[in-house]
């Protein structure tokens, strides 16, 4: 069973980045599919981007597209999100997820294990 924990959130103006951490403890970190998911306050959990064990093959909403990239880097046992451009739409609570299949998904039930979350605030 594998633990996560997000960091690098924060308070960051339109047009800014971020960089989102998600640590991973407890597993054999290179055999999961890792993912970002976000949810806004009102609105349902969203996928946000995933990436597949060795870093080849990444997928990404079309919301983020262009703007955020998902990389990993299995020594560290991490997990990163670079954000790009950010926009007042993409404050959000941001959550890693892993899933010990095969196939990359935007699916959240395809996920068994999440972190807390860090939130990411874009100000104008």
């Known amino acids: 069973q594998v633990q996560l924990v997000e960091s690098g959130g924060g308070l960051v103006q339109a047009g800014g980045s971020l960089r989102l951490s998600c640590a991973a403890s407890g597993g054999t970190f290179s055999s999961y599919i890792m993912a970002w998911f976000r949810q806004a306050p009102g609105k349902e959990r969203e996928f946000v981007a995933t990436i597949a064990w060795r870093g080849g093959s990444t997928y990404y909403a079309d919301s983020v597209k262009g703007r955020f990239t998902i990389s990993r880097d299995n020594a560290k046992n991490t997990v990163y999100l670079q954000m790009n451009s950010l926009k007042l739409e993409d404050t959000a609570a941001y959550y890693c997820?892993?899933?010990?299949?095969?196939?990359?998904?935007?699916?959240?039930?395809?996920?068994?294990?999440w972190g807390q979350g860090t939130q990411v605030t874009v100000s104008s």
């Open positions: 997820a892993a899933d010990s299949g095969m196939v990359l998904s935007r699916n959240e039930n395809r996920y068994a294990y």
